[in-house]
């Protein structure tokens, strides 16, 4: 399945060295090797929304995206056309179904547990998928791997965006959105800089940023779309970092039925965390709100926040919008 070919011939596009692999398995496990070609439907339905969201000073994630609309969408369609009762993926995550009823579970390995970018999925398209690798550790995967004689069995883990590859994110956005560099300031309105472009940064980030001086790190708090400022405060616990409330739209309930709120559940805002403790409340019809026991660090427009009950990945949604510490920057705005 190829989805992105902006990038043939290029060193950070690995497409060709996939299908390779793709081609060397199916070889040594006398399988045919099918193709085919989602680049169109992947730059109107997962790209596209990418590049909106980053204009609009959001940090999205398009592995969530790609999921739900390429492969458990697109794809699944297609290989149903070709006949197959179902599709299986690489997800370390895994399906129950009981009484007509499917729900997705985290993986065994609680290091690889992808359940978070699976959230967008519904019952029908877990109906037509299995999770081999679900009930497995990567280090099992690899050993068997090796032990079948397969030959990349030691190959290098895949990380980061799919597009982008290995080159410099600001080298791979500023192709497609132009840079509009701006201030930088602090939440009491001090100017500490220039920013390159507020699409470049995202909350709790301390890379990049070029502020020098004494005292501890400086992190990005907000952004100012309207006014192009990028504002900062010093401190990797500083507390205007943490908030204990979000708003969360474009929501995704897995069982097809949006559960009786509140509801009393735990979830994680971004893929490595450890789930929170939390209280869903109904916002509007196609919105909700989050309200965490503890404050959470960096939450980020964007991102998702995805809901569990213990093994139970419940669903999610994209975070819109945060609420606590609005009253300090209209103080900043002020100025």
Sequence with gaps: MKNWEEDDGLDYCAAAEDHAIARTVCEQLDLPLKTVNFATEYWDQVFTRFLSDSAAGRTPNPDVLCNREIKFKAFLEHALTLGADCIATGHYARVSH???????????????????????????????????????????????????????????????????????????????????????????????????????????????????????????????????????????????????????SDVNWISGHRPELPLRCHAKIRYRQAEQMCVIEKLDDDSITVRFAEPQRAITPGQSVVFYDNEICLGGGVIAAIRKHDHRLQAAHAQ
């Design 98 to 248: 009981t009484d007509g009823h499917y729900q997705l579970l985290k993986g065994q390995d609680k290091h690889k547990d992808q359940s978070y970018f699976l959230y967008s999925l519904g019952q029908g398209a877990l109906a037509k998928s299995v999770f081999p690798l679900g009930e497995m550790t990567k280090p099992r995967v690899r050993a068997l791997a090796q032990k079948t004689g397969l030959t990349n069995y030691d190959r290098k883990d895949s990380t980061g965006i799919c597009f982008i590859g290995e080159r410099p994110f600001k080298a791979f956005l500023g192709h497609y959105l132009p840079p509009r560099p701006g201030d930088i300031r602090t939440l009491g309105g001090e100017s500490r800089g220039q920013h390159d472009g507020l699409m470049y940064y995202t909350i709790g980030q301390r890379h990049g940023l070029s502020i020098g001086g004494p005292g501890e790190p400086w992190y990005v708090v907000q952004k100012d779309l309207a006014r192009n400022i990028l504002y900062v405060v010093q401190g990797h616990d500083h507390p205007a970092l943490f908030d204990t409330c979000l708003q969360a």
